[in-house]
Structure formats: structure tokens, C-alpha cells
Nanobody
């Protein structure tokens, strides 16, 4: 599975962005998918995940109520809708796909910068 993240950019605090993660590979539609982020000087952290059907999702407490993860298996794409962005959301965002019980496949990352 190969993953290509896009949609990052510069946005003012309170604004919105939608990230996309396009996947190639037959197994993606049967894999859980997730978004992670790494802020400057910090460890990579979990943001959100969705099961292969798109029927169950999980979120980090810091983004609950503001971010929504979704997927379209016909398009082999996972999305992260980010609303009410804060300066602390500034990070490089990575998408990942699960296999063999771990986040095995990773995209290249897309930069999100929120100006206050």
C-alpha cells in the first residue's frame, strides 16, 4: 500500500482544512486508516482513526468535536476534516494504514500551519 497525503496549508486560527490521503493497493479498503501528526520539537501523536468500513472512528481528546475522519473506499481515500483550528494544531500530518496489527504503511506527510 502506498499513501499520498495532501491538503495541508496555511490557515488562520478558527479556520478549516480538509486533508486527503489517496491510497494505492488492493488491501487498503479492508484496512483501518489513521491520521497522526508531529509538531515541531514533539513526538508524533495519534489524531484519528477509522475502521475499514468507515463505521467506527476514534479521536485524540485534543481534536474531539473539531476533527472528523472519513473514508471513501471506492476512491481509496481517507479524509480528515479539521474545523476550529488552533495554533497548537500546527504540525506535519501523516496518514497511515493498518496491517498485521500495526500501522504498517505511512504517507509522506503534509504541513498544516495555523496562524494566531
Amino acid at each position: 500500500v502506498q499513501l499520498q497525503a495532501s491538503g495541508g496549508g496555511l490557515v488562520q486560527a478558527g479556520g478549516s482544512l480538509r486533508l486527503s490521503c489517496a491510497a494505492s493497493g488492493r488491501t487498503f479498503s479492508t484496512s483501518a486508516a489513521g491520521w497522526f501528526r508531529r509538531a515541531p520539537g514533539k513526538e508524533r501523536e495519534f489524531v484519528a482513526a477509522v475502521n475499514w468500513m468507515g463505521s467506527n472512528s476514534q479521536y485524540a481528546d485534543s481534536v474531539k468535536g473539531r476533527f472528523t475522519i472519513s473514508r471513501d473506499n471506492l476512491k481509496n481515500t481517507v479524509y480528515l476534516q479539521m474545523n476550529s483550528l488552533k495554533s497548537e494544531d500546527t504540525a506535519v500530518y501523516y496518514c497511515a494504514a493498518e496491517a498485521r496489527g500495526t500501522w504498517l504503511y505511512w504517507g509522506q506527510g503534509t504541513q498544516v500551519t495555523v496562524s494566531s
